[in-house]
C-alpha cells in the first residue's frame, strides 16, 4: 500500500509522512529538496523519494509517480513570504491537484484512487448551505483580491467538487479542512463536523498540525472512516478542553 505526499516538506506534511510510516505504509514523496527530512526518514526503506518541483515534472513523468498508489495526499501550500504569495505560480494547489487526478485517469486504476486535500476553514463548501456572516463574506471577498493562495485553496477544492464530482470511476476524495493551525508534540483529541462551527475569521478555533496529519492519515488507511467523509469537505478542530 503506497501513498503520495506532496508538499511533504512542509509542517504538516512531514507529520503525515510519519503517521503513515506508523501505520504500515509504503510511502512516495515529491520534494524539491530532501534536505529537510530526518535521517530516520531518509533511510527509510518504505519512503521513495523524487526530488523535482511538481509542476515542472512531465505529463508521462507524473502519471508513472502516480502509478501504484492507492492514496495521493496534498499539503501544499504557499511559503508566507512576499514571494511565495504574490510570486509564481500563483496556482500551485490548484494546477498540482489537476494534474495529479489527470494522472490517475490515465493510470485508470482498478480500484478508485483516494485523494486527499488540505484546505481551510477560511473556504466554504459550496456543496452545503454554510451559514457565513456579512462581516466574514466581505473578508473573504477581500481575501480573493489581495491573497492569491486563498484563491487557489478555493479553486482546487472547487476542482474536485465539481470536475472529480461525487461518482468518479476511479477518484474518491476528501478535503481537509483545518482551522487556526498550531504545533504540538503528540496527538490528542479533536473534533471533526461536515462543516465550520465559528467563524473561521473572527472566532477561529486551533487545531495541531499533528491532529491534522492524523485524521488524514486515519482516512487513508480506515476505509469505515473514508467512507463517511468521502466527497465531503469535513472540518478539524481540537477539543475545546485543549484551546478555548
Known amino acids: ?50 526530488q523535482a518541483s511538481i509542476l515542472d515534472l512531465s505529463d508521462a513523468e507524473m502519471t508513472q509517480h502516480v502509478k501504484g498508489c492507492i492514496s495521493i495526499a496534498s499539503c501544499l501550500g504557499h511559503n508566507m513570504s512576499f514571494k511565495g504569495i504574490y510570486g509564481k505560480p500563483h496556482r500551485l494547489v490548484t494546477d498540482s491537484t489537476r494534474r495529479l487526478c489527470r494522472a490517475i485517469k490515465e493510470n485508470d486504476p482498478k480500484v478508485p484512487v483516494k485523494f486527499v486535500l488540505m484546505n481551510t476553514t477560511g473556504n466554504s463548501n459550496r456543496d452545503l448551505s454554510e451559514k457565513i456572516s456579512f462581516g466574514q463574506k466581505c473578508i473573504i471577498l477581500l481575501l480573493r483580491f489581495l491573497l492569491p493562495p486563498h484563491i487557489d485553496n478555493e479553486q482546487a477544492a472547487d476542482f474536485l467538487r465539481t470536475e472529480i464530482g461525487q461518482n468518479n470511476k476511479v477518484i474518491e476524495w476528501v478535503a481537509v479542512r483545518p482551522d487556526g493551525l498550531v504545533d504540538e508534540r503528540e496527538v490528542t483529541e479533536y473534533e471533526i463536523h461536515p462543516s465550520p462551527t465559528r467563524s473561521a475569521i473572527f472566532d477561529a478555533g486551533r487545531v495541531s498540525r499533528i491532529n491534522v496529519s492524523s485524521f488524514m492519515a486515519e482516512l487513508i488507511t480506515d476505509q469505515d472512516l473514508w467512507m463517511k467523509w468521502k466527497g465531503q469537505m469535513p472540518v478539524i478542530y481540537s477539543k ?5
Open 1 to 50: 500500500m503506497t501513498t503520495l505526499i506532496i508538499g511533504a516538506s512542509g509542517a504538516t506534511g512531514m507529520l503525515l509522512v510519519e503517521q503513515l510510516l506508523q501505520r504500515g505504509h509504503d510511502v512516495k514523496i515529491i520534494v524539491r529538496t530532501a534536505n529537510s527530512f530526518l535521517e530516520s526518514i531518509k533511510n527509510n526503506k518504505n519512503v521513495t523519494i523524487i
Open 240 to 244: 475545546a478542553s485543549i484551546y478555548p
